[in-house]
């Protein structure tokens, strides 16, 4: 958890957007440090969030394990933001968990 802390820190001091972004993870953000990517797995089905960007080692493997989220954005050139202005959706995904009942894209 520190070097996660200490690398958001250190992103935050060359981010031109950096107030909004410290709001933001001060109000709703925050990390998850799994031990090993079957703990990721299941930490993020358990959280079934609306937006889920996986950035790691062979990142569609991990995907395709994934069951519970409202979209799922895979790899380095993939944004969320394409999600919610740019494909589409706009705004209609599962939110607050819902994804552990309702399909997301």
């Known amino acids: 958890p520190a070097r996660v802390a200490a690398e958001l820190d250190a992103q935050l001091r060359t981010l031109p957007t950096a107030e909004t972004a410290r709001a933001a993870l001060e109000r709703n953000g925050f990390a998850v440090v ?16 609306e937006h889920v960007e996986v950035h790691t080692e062979h990142a569609q493997l991990v995907a395709d394990r994934l069951a519970h989220y409202g979209a799922v954005f ?30 997301g894209l």
């Not at 993939?78 to 919610?84: I, K, L, N, R, T």
């Open 74 to 103: 895979i790899g380095a050139a993939s944004a969320e933001v394409f999600g919610d202005y740019g494909l589409g959706p706009n705004h209609t995904l599962p939110t607050g968990g819902t994804a552990r009942a309702f399909a």
């Open 34 to 49: 799994a031990a090993d990517v079957n703990e990721l797995v299941a930490l993020a089905d358990r959280i079934a969030a």
